[in-house]
């Protein structure tokens, strides 16, 4: 079964950190939150470090430099070096370098993450339009970050410089919700200017390339919170993932997910990395069934009929849930096919309790 018609979630009898050599993890929505970190996160990563396992740490957001992110992970109990991290800001300033001559001037339009990564691949950043420029490139520049960066950028890309984005992520987590991240400011760019930028984060190649490169990883499991990023482009590299559910995606979105957004395992959160993971099983009557749950499409709806989520919290009362999602996704995805499940979801996710 390709990524492409992927319908049931997939399976594993062994701990998916004994099977997969590295793990490259989102940062956001998977290891912290706000700055904090994520529940289980910290344990998790420790046993699955003392197995064997490289952890590696990737992310859109091309603001911090890798020491910075490393030195943040470090204080949260989560052990890191800035070779362990690997962010957009790296990917595009290869690309750009890959494109542009050594020591070609580079317009930057972001902070000290994509300052660092441009002159690491030997390019001179340069920070106004009329220092003839060879390329523009972009990234999140924080939320303070000021308008008349906008404009230089406007400004360049008009008169025909090439253009870079490190990623087009709209949103990005913030202590208090969710904000505007570094691809509504390239809307802002793309619409001063008329230009198209080439983007370089996930779920792009570029950002799976780089990944491969800085971490040798020979059987990688791409881990992440968002559907269109973190899973698509592992899907688009060919290789395994796994959703948590601690950061942007809900089932809701999971059971709707079109085939290039679905994951290849299911979790909770990082718990997941240490455990076997079922494969739902289709039986005659139509039904999906893992574990103790069944799950079906009964008139466009779909239905949970049995499950074990209301016997109480903790490890057994998630590993019911879990049973009942992967079932459900079963259920959904084949009944939507390549289009995605468009019937009736919130009955089944209500009766999950998630």
């Known amino acids: 079964m390709t990524e492409k018609v992927r319908t049931v979630t997939g399976s594993s009898e062994e701990r998916l950190d004994a099977v997969y050599d590295t793990a490259l993890l989102d940062l956001d929505g998977v290891v912290y939150a706000g700055g904090e970190a994520v529940a289980h996160a910290v344990d998790s990563l420790a046993t699955a470090r003392e197995g064997g ?9 091309a603001l911090r430099p890798p020491s910075a992110v490393a030195a943040h992970l ?3 109990g989560v052990p890191a070096d800035a070779s362990d991290v690997i962010t957009s800001a790296q990917a595009v300033a290869r690309l750009i370098a890959d494109e542009q001559p050594e020591g070609a001037r580079v317009l930057l339009i972001g902070g000290e993450g994509l300052r660092q990564a441009l002159v690491e691949r030997g390019l001179v950043p340069v920070d106004s339009a009329d220092d003839e420029p060879a390329a523009v490139a972009q990234g999140y520049g924080g939320p303070d970050f000021p308008w008349s960066r906008f404009a230089e950028a406007g400004y360049a890309v008009r008169a025909g410089v090439p253009w870079y984005a490190s990623n087009t992520d709209l949103t990005i987590p913030s202590g208090r919700g969710i904000a505007p991240g570094n691809g ?3 809307e802002v760019v793309r619409i001063a200017s008329g230009g198209e930028p080439k ?3 996930k779920p792009l190649p570029p950002m799976h390339r780089e990944t491969i490169l800085r971490t040798g990883a020979k059987r990688p499991l791409v881990v992440g919170d968002r559907l269109d990023t973190d899973i698509e482009g592992a899907n688009a590299g060919g290789v395994d993932s796994l959703l948590v559910l601690t950061g942007v995606t809900d089932a809701v979105a999971l059971l709707r997910a079109v085939p290039e957004h679905r994951p290849t395992y299911v979790g909770r959160d990082l718990r997941e990395l240490l455990v076997g993971h079922e494969a739902p099983r289709a039986e005659n009557d139509g039904a999906w069934v893992c574990g103790r749950a069944r799950a079906r499409v009964r008139d466009g709806e ?3 009929e049995r499950n074990g989520a209301d016997t109480g919290g903790g490890a057994e009362g998630d590993g019911a849930m879990l049973d009942g999602l992967r079932a459900l996704c079963a259920a959904a995805w084949s009944a939507g096919g390549e289009r995605g499940f468009d019937g009736e979801v919130a009955g089944a996710v209500k ?3 998630v």
């Open 74 to 76: 470090s204080e949260l």
């Open 53 to 61: 396992m490289h952890l590696a740490y990737v992310t859109n957001n």
């Open 351 to 353: 009766s999950l309790g």
């Open 302 to 304: 779909l239905v949970l």
């Open 199 to 201: 983007v370089a984060g």
């Open 184 to 186: 509504a400011a390239v």
